[in-house]
């Protein structure tokens, strides 16, 4: 009964952490560059010593991150940045750390910072990029940043240029703060093959018809293993009265 009572058990457990999985990729169905994370299920020996093992558990896991591009929408602002085809733009994390984001959204706060729409600074040449009063702000192919000072005259003056990298697909994990960063804390280097296009935006590549069908797959999952373990309660009380009559 107990062999029974622990598979149930764990993938009810399991079933729920990959919901949680899904409902978030659906909760960032229309966040600015978001990439959808994977959940699969297995099974798992439970091994005490050496032999075979006595007990088997299910097991949820995020394996890897969808890294298939999301739909390029028009925006006409000026500070919005879509990348074309691979690559990602570098940012400052919370923790310091340079994380890597699609999110071309990008904003200017009132220090003349240039952040993401999520709140991270954008990292140039030298770090986090700094846009003094402008009347014209202007984002090249190449990341360059093209600005026409306020009261300074008509000509353009190149300030800085975003950081845009090309990490292999493999060597990239996610973290819970949405960004995406080198694996063992590597850095990744600058590749100049990476391109903007200004006036877009990068839509997130979550497929949300997938998404609700897998949270309502997972919440029917669940209530069978609910239903098993109380299918194994009642069996073990049957089992328990037999023997008190014996």
């Known amino acids: ?72 929408m028009e925006t006409g602002r000026e500070l919005d940045v879509a990348i074309q085809g691979e690559g990602f733009i570098a940012v400052e994390s919370d923790t310091g750390e340079v994380g890597l984001t699609r999110a071309g959204n990008l904003y200017i706060d009132t220090a003349g910072i240039l952040r993401t729409g999520a709140n991270q600074p954008v990292l140039g040449s030298g770090g986090p990029i700094s846009i ?68 877009f935006t990068e839509s997130s590549n979550v497929n949300t018809v997938h998404e609700f069908t897998e949270i309502l797959s997972k919440s029917r999952q669940y209530e069978m293993q609910l239903k098993l373990m109380k299918t194994v309660e009642r069996n073990s009380e049957t089992s328990a009265r037999l023997l008190q009559m014996s």
Do not use: W
Request: charged share 20%; net charge negative.
């Open 1 to 72: 009964m107990d062999k029974a009572l622990y598979i149930a058990m764990t993938g009810a457990k399991h079933n729920m952490l990959a919901q949680t999985a899904h409902s978030n990729n659906l909760a960032n169905a229309n966040t600015s560059g978001f990439r959808a994370d994977f959940a699969q299920a297995r099974s798992m020996g439970v091994y005490y010593g050496e032999g075979h093992p006595t007990r088997a558990y299910s097991l949820t896991e995020r394996p890897a991150t969808d890294f298939r591009p999301g739909t390029v």
């Open 132 to 199: 003094p009063p402008a009347e014209k702000i202007d984002i090249g192919k190449d990341g360059t940043i093209s600005v026409v000072l306020a009261g300074g005259g008509r000509e353009p003056q190149v300030l800085d240029q975003i950081r845009l990298v090309n990490p292999a697909a493999e060597d990239l994990v996610k973290r819970e703060d949405g960004l995406v960063y080198v694996k063992d804390g590597g850095q990744a280097a600058i590749d100049l093959n990476v391109t903007l296009l200004a006036g």
